[in-house]
Protein backbone atom coordinates (compact mmCIF):
# COMPACT_ATOMS: atom_id res chain seq x y z
CA UNK A 1 0.00 0.00 0.00
CA UNK A 2 1.63 3.83 -1.09
CA UNK A 3 1.93 6.00 1.50
CA UNK A 4 0.63 9.63 1.09
CA UNK A 5 3.71 11.60 1.40
CA UNK A 6 2.95 14.74 4.44
CA UNK A 7 2.04 17.57 3.35
CA UNK A 8 3.86 20.61 4.88
CA UNK A 9 1.40 23.19 5.74
CA UNK A 10 2.03 26.70 4.51
CA UNK A 11 3.57 29.41 6.18
CA UNK A 12 1.43 32.65 7.17
CA UNK A 13 2.83 35.48 5.80
CA UNK A 14 3.43 37.49 8.94
CA UNK A 15 2.19 41.45 8.55
CA UNK A 16 4.76 43.97 8.98
CA UNK A 17 3.78 44.89 12.67
CA UNK A 18 4.24 41.03 13.56
CA UNK A 19 7.67 41.25 12.03
CA UNK A 20 8.47 44.42 13.92
CA UNK A 21 7.17 43.07 17.11
CA UNK A 22 9.16 40.14 16.73
CA UNK A 23 12.04 42.20 15.74
CA UNK A 24 11.90 44.22 19.01
CA UNK A 25 12.05 40.61 21.08
CA UNK A 26 14.92 39.81 19.49
CA UNK A 27 16.54 42.91 20.76
CA UNK A 28 15.16 43.46 23.95
CA UNK A 29 13.45 46.89 23.37
CA UNK A 30 9.95 47.76 24.24
CA UNK A 31 6.89 48.46 21.87
CA UNK A 32 6.44 52.60 22.68
CA UNK A 33 2.50 52.10 23.58
CA UNK A 34 4.59 49.67 27.12
CA UNK A 35 7.27 52.50 27.55
CA UNK A 36 4.43 55.09 27.62
CA UNK A 37 2.91 53.11 30.37
CA UNK A 38 5.87 52.56 32.52
CA UNK A 39 6.85 56.59 33.00
CA UNK A 40 2.96 57.03 33.18
CA UNK A 41 3.01 54.45 36.03
CA UNK A 42 6.33 55.56 37.38
CA UNK A 43 5.66 59.09 37.75
CA UNK A 44 2.27 58.44 39.49
CA UNK A 45 4.67 56.66 41.82
CA UNK A 46 6.93 59.36 42.32
CA UNK A 47 4.40 61.92 42.55
CA UNK A 48 2.50 59.55 45.47
CA UNK A 49 6.25 59.52 47.24
CA UNK A 50 6.76 63.23 47.26
CA UNK A 51 2.66 63.53 48.49
CA UNK A 52 3.16 60.82 51.21
CA UNK A 53 6.19 62.90 52.30
CA UNK A 54 5.34 66.02 52.19
CA UNK A 55 2.06 65.23 54.29
CA UNK A 56 4.40 63.47 56.26
CA UNK A 57 6.35 67.09 56.35
CA UNK A 58 2.58 68.49 57.40
CA UNK A 59 1.94 66.01 60.44
CA UNK A 60 5.22 66.88 61.86
CA UNK A 61 4.95 71.08 61.66
CA UNK A 62 1.26 70.76 63.24
CA UNK A 63 1.25 68.42 66.27
CA UNK A 64 4.95 70.50 66.95
CA UNK A 65 4.36 72.12 69.92
CA UNK A 66 5.03 76.09 70.00
CA UNK A 67 7.63 77.02 72.65
CA UNK A 68 7.00 80.21 74.28
CA UNK A 69 8.18 83.30 71.69
CA UNK A 70 10.41 85.70 72.44
CA UNK A 71 8.55 89.61 73.65
CA UNK A 72 7.70 91.50 70.17
CA UNK A 73 6.45 93.82 68.53
CA UNK A 74 2.58 92.92 67.95
CA UNK A 75 0.28 89.52 68.24
CA UNK A 76 -2.12 88.53 65.37
CA UNK A 77 -4.63 85.72 65.73
CA UNK A 78 -6.17 84.53 62.84
CA UNK A 79 -9.69 83.85 63.94
CA UNK A 80 -11.69 80.58 64.14
CA UNK A 81 -11.89 79.37 67.65
CA UNK A 82 -11.79 80.80 71.35
CA UNK A 83 -8.79 78.73 72.16
CA UNK A 84 -6.97 81.23 69.92
CA UNK A 85 -8.51 84.41 71.03
CA UNK A 86 -8.09 83.10 74.56
CA UNK A 87 -4.17 82.61 73.75
CA UNK A 88 -3.98 85.86 72.20
CA UNK A 89 -5.57 87.58 75.10
CA UNK A 90 -3.46 86.05 77.39
CA UNK A 91 0.00 86.54 76.32
CA UNK A 92 -0.92 90.12 75.55
CA UNK A 93 -1.80 90.81 78.90
CA UNK A 94 1.33 88.72 80.05
CA UNK A 95 3.41 91.32 77.83
CA UNK A 96 4.32 89.65 75.34
CA UNK A 97 3.92 92.44 72.79
CA UNK A 98 2.31 96.15 72.90
CA UNK A 99 -0.39 96.09 70.08
CA UNK A 100 -3.20 92.99 69.05
CA UNK A 101 -4.78 92.28 66.12
CA UNK A 102 -7.69 89.97 65.36
CA UNK A 103 -7.81 89.33 62.16
CA UNK A 104 -10.80 88.23 60.06
CA UNK A 105 -13.41 89.36 62.58
CA UNK A 106 -17.28 89.66 61.41
CA UNK A 107 -18.72 92.58 60.92
CA UNK A 108 -21.56 91.96 63.66
CA UNK A 109 -18.94 91.05 66.74
CA UNK A 110 -17.92 93.08 68.81
CA UNK A 111 -14.80 92.43 71.03
CA UNK A 112 -16.72 92.51 73.97
CA UNK A 113 -18.27 89.12 72.47
CA UNK A 114 -14.98 87.70 71.83
CA UNK A 115 -13.85 88.83 75.22
CA UNK A 116 -17.07 86.76 76.47
CA UNK A 117 -16.30 84.02 74.53
CA UNK A 118 -12.86 83.58 75.65
CA UNK A 119 -14.12 83.18 79.45
CA UNK A 120 -11.59 85.76 80.07
CA UNK A 121 -11.03 86.74 83.82
CA UNK A 122 -9.31 89.92 83.21
CA UNK A 123 -9.75 91.28 79.50
CA UNK A 124 -6.87 93.44 78.58
CA UNK A 125 -7.11 97.20 77.42
CA UNK A 126 -9.35 97.39 74.58
CA UNK A 127 -6.90 100.71 73.24
CA UNK A 128 -3.85 97.49 72.77
CA UNK A 129 -6.30 95.61 70.29
CA UNK A 130 -7.43 96.46 66.61
CA UNK A 131 -10.34 94.39 65.23
CA UNK A 132 -9.88 93.60 61.76
CA UNK A 133 -13.34 93.18 59.38
CA UNK A 134 -11.73 93.12 56.30
CA UNK A 135 -10.58 89.61 55.64
CA UNK A 136 -12.32 86.06 54.86
CA UNK A 137 -9.70 83.83 53.91
CA UNK A 138 -5.97 83.06 54.84
CA UNK A 139 -5.08 85.46 52.05
CA UNK A 140 -7.02 88.32 53.31
CA UNK A 141 -5.57 87.69 56.81
CA UNK A 142 -2.13 88.64 55.62
CA UNK A 143 -3.42 91.36 53.11
CA UNK A 144 -5.13 92.94 56.75
CA UNK A 145 -2.02 92.09 58.66
CA UNK A 146 0.02 93.50 56.41
CA UNK A 147 -1.43 97.26 56.79
CA UNK A 148 -1.63 97.05 60.31
CA UNK A 149 1.87 95.89 60.78
CA UNK A 150 2.66 99.11 58.38
CA UNK A 151 0.71 101.44 60.54
CA UNK A 152 2.26 100.27 64.08
CA UNK A 153 5.72 100.25 62.99
CA UNK A 154 6.06 96.66 63.91
CA UNK A 155 9.46 94.39 62.87
CA UNK A 156 8.39 91.17 64.99
CA UNK A 157 4.99 89.93 65.14
CA UNK A 158 3.42 86.37 66.91
CA UNK A 159 1.73 84.68 64.88
CA UNK A 160 -1.52 82.66 66.79
CA UNK A 161 -4.10 79.98 64.85
CA UNK A 162 -4.25 75.98 64.82
CA UNK A 163 -1.36 73.93 64.05
CA UNK A 164 -2.72 72.49 61.09
CA UNK A 165 -3.19 76.47 59.62
CA UNK A 166 0.06 77.59 60.80
CA UNK A 167 1.86 76.40 57.12
CA UNK A 168 -0.10 78.43 55.11
CA UNK A 169 -0.43 81.16 57.43
CA UNK A 170 3.31 81.22 57.72
CA UNK A 171 3.71 81.25 53.92
CA UNK A 172 1.24 83.84 53.25
CA UNK A 173 1.90 86.35 55.94
CA UNK A 174 5.59 85.80 54.66
CA UNK A 175 5.09 86.41 51.33
CA UNK A 176 3.46 90.31 52.39
CA UNK A 177 5.30 91.12 55.18
CA UNK A 178 9.10 89.59 53.78
CA UNK A 179 10.95 92.22 56.30
CA UNK A 180 9.01 91.43 59.59
CA UNK A 181 9.77 87.98 61.50
CA UNK A 182 7.30 85.68 62.23
CA UNK A 183 6.75 84.22 65.14
CA UNK A 184 4.41 80.71 65.20
CA UNK A 185 2.19 80.06 68.27
CA UNK A 186 0.13 76.84 67.50
CA UNK A 187 -3.25 76.68 69.35
CA UNK A 188 -4.18 72.88 69.12
CA UNK A 189 -8.36 72.16 69.53
CA UNK A 190 -8.60 68.84 71.31
CA UNK A 191 -10.10 67.15 68.88
CA UNK A 192 -7.34 67.31 66.20
CA UNK A 193 -5.76 64.15 68.85
CA UNK A 194 -7.92 62.11 68.04
CA UNK A 195 -7.22 60.57 65.07
CA UNK A 196 -10.13 57.54 65.17
CA UNK A 197 -12.15 60.22 63.88
CA UNK A 198 -12.74 60.71 60.14
CA UNK A 199 -13.42 64.38 60.01
CA UNK A 200 -9.90 64.63 61.56
CA UNK A 201 -8.11 63.08 58.42
CA UNK A 202 -10.55 65.21 56.24
CA UNK A 203 -9.75 68.29 57.96
CA UNK A 204 -6.01 67.33 57.61
CA UNK A 205 -5.62 66.65 54.33
CA UNK A 206 -7.98 69.23 53.35
CA UNK A 207 -5.32 71.83 55.07
CA UNK A 208 -2.18 69.72 53.43
CA UNK A 209 -4.08 70.30 49.98
CA UNK A 210 -4.45 73.66 50.37
CA UNK A 211 -1.08 74.76 51.55
CA UNK A 212 0.25 72.94 48.57
CA UNK A 213 -2.13 75.42 46.15
CA UNK A 214 -0.57 78.30 48.36
CA UNK A 215 2.83 77.28 47.43
CA UNK A 216 1.68 77.32 43.98
CA UNK A 217 0.57 80.32 44.51
CA UNK A 218 -2.42 79.75 43.23
CA UNK A 219 -4.57 81.53 46.29
CA UNK A 220 -3.48 84.51 45.47
CA UNK A 221 -4.24 84.27 41.83
CA UNK A 222 -8.15 82.95 42.93
CA UNK A 223 -8.23 85.96 44.97
CA UNK A 224 -7.27 88.38 42.41
CA UNK A 225 -9.64 86.56 40.04
CA UNK A 226 -12.27 87.46 42.62
CA UNK A 227 -11.71 90.94 42.92
CA UNK A 228 -11.44 91.29 38.86
CA UNK A 229 -15.11 89.72 39.00
CA UNK A 230 -16.25 91.70 41.59
CA UNK A 231 -15.46 94.58 40.46
Not at 27 to 48: E, F, H, N, V, Y
Amino acid sequence: MAQTPAVTPRRRRRTPRQKSDAARQRSGRLPPSRIGARIAALTAMLALTAWCGGFLWFLLNTYMPSVPPPRADGIVVLTGGEDRLATAFQMLNEGRADQLLISGVPASVSLRDMERSAHLARPPAASHITLGHQAQTTVGNADETSGWVQAHHIQTLIVVTAGYHMPRAMLELSRSMPDVVLYPMRVQPTAIYDGSRPHVWRLLVSEYTKWLLAELRFARLASFLRGIHDA
